[in-house]
């Protein structure tokens, strides 16, 4: 991924969907739309260190889950990454 990827620009109707998947996944997780905002720039950022991906297709989700040891649902963090290459040490 080159970095100018970030930056790129885009059109208002994938900006608001954007908006709008981030306002739906931080419902569910009971936390703020920058906060899911900033875990998104944290993953791609870790994950960019050891491979290319296409962070245009990440796809970041929270769910409910079944936990062994709990009572009940618990979130969880569900991160689709399309990887393009990985990295060479």
């Given at each position: 991924?080159n970095?100018?990827?970030?930056?790129?620009?885009?059109?208002?109707?994938?900006?608001?969907?954007?908006?709008?998947?981030?306002?739906?996944?931080?419902?569910?997780?009971?936390?703020?739309?920058?906060?899911?905002?900033?875990?998104?720039?944290?993953?791609?950022?870790?994950?960019?260190?050891?491979?290319?991906?296409?962070?245009?297709?990440?796809?970041?989700?929270?769910?409910?889950t079944?936990?062994?040891?709990?009572?009940?649902?618990?979130?969880?963090?569900?991160?689709?990454?399309?990887?393009?290459?990985?990295?060479?040490?």
């Open positions: 991924m970095i100018l990827d970030l930056f790129k620009k885009k059109n208002s109707g994938s900006i608001a969907k954007d908006r709008l998947k981030l306002l739906l996944v931080s419902d569910r997780a009971s936390c703020s739309p920058e906060i899911m905002e900033a875990i998104k720039n944290d993953i791609i950022n870790v994950i960019s260190k050891y491979m290319e991906i296409d962070a245009e297709g990440l796809d970041i989700q929270i769910t409910q079944e936990c062994e040891g709990s009572q009940g649902a618990v979130p969880a963090l569900y991160a689709n990454i399309p990887i393009r290459d990985i990295r060479k040490a």
